[in-house]
């Protein structure tokens, strides 16, 4: 299992900046990715961004150009700077761990989420 830490979120008006970061310890080895999701009521989880061992990233649509994801190996943590926010990037943001080959992926790790609102 993989204990996920997180950090970061908060208020921030439309146009703005954050940056989530997200701590992993545990059975690091058993995961080839890592990642965050985000939840609104009402509407679908959407898996925002996604970081696998090699590097290799991938976004949804939404938020191409916008964000970014990185990660730094020797600290075992992954960060996701997010950019010219938009009030419809308000969600609940979860980091996750897992593995990924394309398509959803496997992400059976989730940390404990942490909020961003973004205000018009």
């Known amino acids: 299992q993989v204990q996920l830490v997180e950090s970061g979120g908060g208020l921030v008006q439309a146009g703005g900046s954050l940056r989530l970061s997200c701590a992993a310890s545990?059975?690091?080895?058993?995961?080839?990715?890592m990642g965050w999701y985000r939840q609104t009521p009402g509407k679908q989880r959407e898996l925002v961004a996604v970081?696998?061992?090699?590097?290799?990233?991938n976004y949804a649509d939404s938020v191409k150009g916008r964000f970014t994801i990185s990660r730094d190996n020797a600290k075992n943590t992954v960060y996701l700077q997010m950019n010219s926010l938009k009030p419809e990037d308000t969600a609940v943001y979860y980091c996750?761990?897992?593995?990924?080959?394309?398509?959803?992926?496997?992400?059976?790790?989730w940390g404990q989420g942490t909020q961003v609102t973004v205000s018009s």
């Open positions: 996750v761990a897992g593995i990924f080959h394309g398509g959803p992926g496997d992400f059976g790790s």
């Open positions: 970081i696998t061992s090699g590097g290799g990233t």
């Open positions: 545990g059975s690091i080895f058993s995961i080839n990715a």
